[in-house]
C-alpha cells in the first residue's frame, strides 16, 4: 500500500482509493464537511453534561513558532489607540469617553487554523477535479474558499489522545513517529470511543506538549514548525475515508508525520491526497492539552466541538478558536 | 433617568446604578461573561432540535463598510501563492504536491466582532476600576486581553427580532430609532422568549439590511461604520443589567443608538456605562438576517450560540465568526 | 496615429514604433534606465547652484486619496511603542532610556511612487518581450523587480510644468486634457529648457493641486484615485521615446489622461506601451508644488534629482522619496 | 569620562556636554539636520566627478536579520496581482493590457533605516527638552515625525571605513570593539578625508560583510539584529559634536558598540544621548560594501550621498534607500 521509494505511485494509488471527487455533485465545494449534517449536531448537543468548556488555541502573537518559511512569520499584533493615550485625551472625545483600538497582520496559517479546500493541488488538480489556477488566483480562492464553509463548524468531537495511550508515562510520540489505523483504533478501544461518519476527529501526538517544555527550558520552539514531528501516517488515508470523518486535527504543525514514511524526498504526501481527493478538512496547530488532560481524567473523549474558521472571503486557510463542551 | 443636556451627569448615575465593579472580585477579568456559567451551555445545547446552523458572519474582505476612521481599513486579504503559481511549478515541490497560501492584515474591529473589556474607558477607568493606562499599553490589554475569554463563548443564545416586530412589513428600524426596554420588552413577549441571566442577546434593527439594500442599488455602504443607526437606547443599561445577561451583540456598527439620546454632542455614551461599568461584551456588525428569517419562521428565537473570538493575545477587540445551532 | 475607435490597433503600432525591447540585449532589466548613465549625474551635479533642496512626496498616511480599488487602501501606519509607554516605563530598560518603535501596511504604490517594469503587461508580454506570468509570480518579479533599480535614480531632472504654462492664471488642467508633444514642445520652450536623453522628466498638470483645493474645502479627495484626470496624451508616446528620457512622473494617479483618448472604453492604453514596450519607468503621485512654484520663480526647470525608489525585493512597484536640488 | 559601573551618572554628564537643546530654538525639530545646509549641497555636488553611482540599501525581504524582538519581524512582501494572473486574464481589462500589484507589511525599522528624533528618550525627555509622552503618542510622533526631515537629506557623504583601516586584511572588527575617537581621527588621516559640520558620516565595521559570510555559510545572520557587534565607541559622542555631523549610519544593526563599554547592564546608553541630547540622525543596517570597495580602490572617501527616508507621516524612524555618488 505505501511503496517506499515510490511517492508518485503511492499518492496516485491512495488518491484513487480514497477520492470523493463527485460524491456530492460535481460543484460541491464542501468536500467532507457535507459528512458534518444538522443530524450529528444534534448529536453533538446531547454530549453537553456539565457545560464545562475547553479553550483549543494557541493564541495569536509573535511569540508563535514560525520562522519565515513560505513568508510565514507571527501574527504582529498592533495597538491603533491604548489606554495611555485615553488618559492623555488622544483622540479627543466628550464626557470622559475613551478607547483602545488595534489591528493584526498574520498569515492565515500563523498558528491554530484549519486548512481550506483550496490550500493543497496534486498535479494542478483541486478537490473535486478542478484546475488549481482556475480557482486559486491572486484574488483568492474564488469556487473553495473557506467563507464557503461559513456556518457548518460545529459537531461532534472525538479525541484520540494517541500519545497517552501508546506512552502513558509521558503522553508524548517521539518525532517522525507515524501513526497508523492501527494505532487510531486502539486508542479509540481503550478510550471506549467509535469514530462516526461526521464526526470531527482531534488526534493529539504530544508535539505540542514537547515544543512547550523546550521553551520553558529556554531553548524556544525549535523546529516545531515544518521540523520533524510525530503525526498520521499516510496509510491513515483509508481509515479516515472508512470513517468518513468530516474534519482531522492535531496539535502538530503539519498533521501528518514528519519526515514522511517514504525513503526518497517528499512533501507532504499525507496533504496531496486528503485535501484535493478526500476533500479532507485538516487542523494545524491545536492545543489539545487541557482538553485531553480531562478526558483522561473522566473517560470521556467526546463533546460538542464549536471550530468556526474566520470567513475571510477566498482564503484558502483561516485561524479558527475552537470551543469543546462537554 | 436621562437628562438630555447634561450626559456626564446622566452617564455618572447609570455607571452607579448597573456596575458590576467588584462583584466577581477585585481580580475579575470576565465581567458579564461570569454570568455564562457551565449550566447555561447545558441549557443551551438542549435548544439544539434540528441541529440547523446559522452563520452571523460578515464576511471579512476589501469590500466592507471602513472608510479609514481611526485607521480603520477594511480587511485586506492578499495571497502568498495560488493556484497559478502552483501550475507554473511555483515553488517546487516534489511528487506534484502544489500549495497556495495566504495572509491578512486588519484592524481588530473592521467587521463582524466582540468588543474586548479593555476597549472603552470612562474618565480613564477600565472595568473593575482599573487605571486605563496600566492595562491597555502598546504592548495590548495586560489584562483583560480578549484572549482571557478564550473557551467561554459557547450559550444561550436568544434574538429580539426588535425591528421585525415593530416595522413587520420592512423589518428595518429608521436610524435614530432608540431601542427602550419595553421595546424588549414587548419583543420578547410577542415572540415567547425570556431573556435569563447568562444569556448572549442578539438584538435586530435592520441596519445592514438598509446597507445591503443600499449596496445593491450601486450606493454603497454609505455611513453604516459610524454614521446614524437604529440601537439601543441609553436607558436599555438598567435593563440590561437586570437581565443580566453575559452579551449582547447587534447588526449595527456600534450596538447604540445614533445620534444619541442626548440633545449635546456625545460619543458613544452607553458604550461608556457597557463596557467599563457593566463589564458587558459587545458585538458588533453581526449578520442576523438569515437567524431572524428562520426565527420569524418557526417561532423560536432561542438557539445554542458559539461565538469565540480570535484569541489574539493582549486584543481590546476581535473578529469572531458566530454559529447559531437550533 | 490614434484611431479612436481602434485601441488594439492604435496600442501595437505604436508598440512597433518606440519598442525598446533588445536595444540594450536581450538580458536587459533597466529600460530606460540604461539612459541614466554617470554621465548624466555629472551633468545633473552640475545644475546644483544654490544647493536648495525640494520634496516632492505625498507623505505617507491613512489620509490619502486610494479607496480599496484592487485592495488598494491607503498605508496604516501603527506604534509598536510610543512617549507614553516609555514615561510608564514599557518596556522596561535600565538607566532611564525609552524608545518608540512603529510599523505600516500599505500597498506598494498607495502614494508617491514608481512603477516598475514588472507592473504592466500588454498581451501578456512584459519589457524585453518576456513572458509575464514566467517573470511575474506570487514570489514577486523574479527578473525585473524594483531592486533592479538600487543605486541608479540620480539624475538631471526637467519640469514642464504644462498647466502653468497652458493655464497661467490658475495653474491647473481640466480633467481629461490630453498633453500631446506640442505641449511638451511649447512649455519646455518658454521655460528654455532642453529635454535630452537621460533626463528624469517631470510633468505638473495641477491635479493634485485641485484635490488639495477639493481636500481644503471639506469635500475629500473625490476621484483623486483613479477618476478623471489631466495627463500625458496617448501620441506622447513617440515625444518620449524621441527624447530617450529616463522616466516620467507626474502629479496624477496614474500619469497619463483620463477618460483616454479613444472613443471605446479603454484602460490606461498609455501604460500599455509606456511599460512593457519603452521599459519606461513612470512616476505616479508625485507632489510638484513647491518645485514647481520655484522654477516659476526663477524660471530655472532643470536640477539634481533622487529619487530611489524603496527596494523591496521582488516589487513591481515602490515608494519613493525623491529630492530635487538645484 | 566613561564611568564603567556608572552608566547612568556617564550619560547624563555625557549629555550635559553634548546637548543641542536650545542651540536652533525651542521649536526645533530638525537636530543635526539644522547642520546639513544649501552650502552642503553645493559642496556635495561639487563632489560628483565620475557619476558613478553606489546602492547603500539591504533590500527589503523576508530574509532578512530581523528575529521578532520588540515584533519587529522581517519585511512581508506580498503580490494582490501577478503576471500569472494577467496571462489567465485577472482582473478583466480590456484591449490586452494586464497588471501586476503588491503590498508590504513591515516595522519600520526592520531594515535599512534612519532613527528619527521620536525614536529614543532620556528619562521621558525627547530631544530639545520636549516631554517622550506629549509628541509620541499612538497616533505617531506629532512634533519630529520622520517627514519634517522630507526634502533634506542630500549632502556631503564621508566614509571612515574602519575596519579596513584597522584590520586591512579582514577588513572586519571584531565584534565589542569600540571605535574612539582616536580611531575616526586615524581612519580619517589614513583616507585623507576631512569630517566637517554638516557631513553624513559613513563608519563601516565589517559586522554586515561578517554575517553575509554567515549566511553564505548557511549557518544564517546569527545575531545581526540586537547581537554583538562592533560599533562606535560612547566617547565618539563627544567627537561627533565636535565635528557637527548631520548624520551618521553603519553598517550594523545598532550604530554603537554591543556590549557597551560598561561594567554593568545597559541598553544603547550611545543612543539615549545621540538622539534625545544630541538631536543626531543615526542610520542601521546599511550596505556599505560596494561603496567602501571603491573608496579603497581610489582613495577618494567623499561623495554625494542622497538618502531621503520614506516620508510616513508621524513615523519616529523610516526606512530608506540611500545612493552615493561619486
Known amino acids: 500500500m505505501l511503496d517506499p521509494q515510490d511517492p508518485e505511485a503511492t499518492i496516485a494509488a491512495a488518491a484513487a482509493r480514497v477520492s470523493n471527487w463527485g460524491r456530492w455533485g460535481e460543484d ?16 453533538a448537543a446531547a454530549l453537553v453534561r456539565s457545560g464545562v468548556s475547553f479553550d483549543l488555541t494557541q493564541h495569536f502573537n509573535t511569540d508563535g513558532p514560525q520562522k519565515g518559511w513560505l513568508r510565514r512569520v507571527n501574527p504582529v499584533h498592533a495597538m491603533l489607540g491604548t489606554g495611555l493615550d485615553a488618559e492623555a485625551g488622544i483622540p479627543a472625545f466628550p464626557h470622559g469617553i475613551g478607547g483602545a483600538d488595534d489591528m493584526i497582520t498574520m498569515p492565515l496559517q500563523a498558528s491554530t487554523q484549519w486548512d481550506g479546500l483550496g490550500h493543497i493541488f496534486d498535479h494542478g488538480k483541486a478537490y473535486n477535479g478542478r484546475r488549481a489556477g482556475a480557482i486559486v488566483t491572486s484574488e483568492g480562492d474564488n469556487t473553495t474558499g473557506i467563507e464557503t464553509t461559513a456556518g457548518r463548524f460545529v459537531g461532534r468531537g472525538v479525541l484520540l489522545d494517541v500519545a497517552r495511550h501508546l506512552e502513558p508515562e509521558t503522553a508524548e510520540l517521539p518525532d517522525g513517529f507515524a501513526i497508523t489505523p492501527e494505532h487510531l483504533d486502539a486508542t479509540a478501544a481503550a478510550a471506549g ?57 492535531t496539535d502538530t504543525w503539519g498533521v501528518e508525520v514528519r519526515p514522511s514514511e517514504f525513503a526518497v524526498p517528499t512533501f507532504q504526501p499525507f496533504h496531496q491526497v486528503a485535501i484535493p481527493h478526500l476533500g479532507l478538512f485538516l487542523g494545524e496547530m491545536w492545543d489539545l492539552e487541557e482538553l485531553a488532560a480531562d478526558c483522561a481524567s473522566d473517560g470521556v473523549h467526546e463533546f460538542l466541538l464549536a471550530a468556526p474558521p474566520l470567513p475571510v472571503t477566498g482564503a484558502v486557510g483561516a485561524p479558527v478558536a475552537p470551543i469543546a463542551v462537554k
Open 28 to 43: 460541491d465545494v464542501l468536500g467532507t464537511l457535507n459528512l458534518l449534517t444538522p443530524e450529528k449536531r444534534v448529536q
Open 193 to 249: 470511543v467509535e469514530v462516526t461518519s461526521g464526526d470531527l476527529l482531534l488526534v493529539r501526538t504530544g508535539r505540542l506538549s514537547r515544543a512547550r517544555r523546550s521553551i520553558a527550558a529556554g531553548t524556544g520552539w525549535g523546529d516545531y514548525a515544518g521540523g520533524e514531528s510525530p503525526g498520521l501516517s499516510f496509510t491513515s488515508l483509508d481509515w479516515l475515508r472508512a470513517h468518513d470523518v468530516a474534519a482531522v486535527a
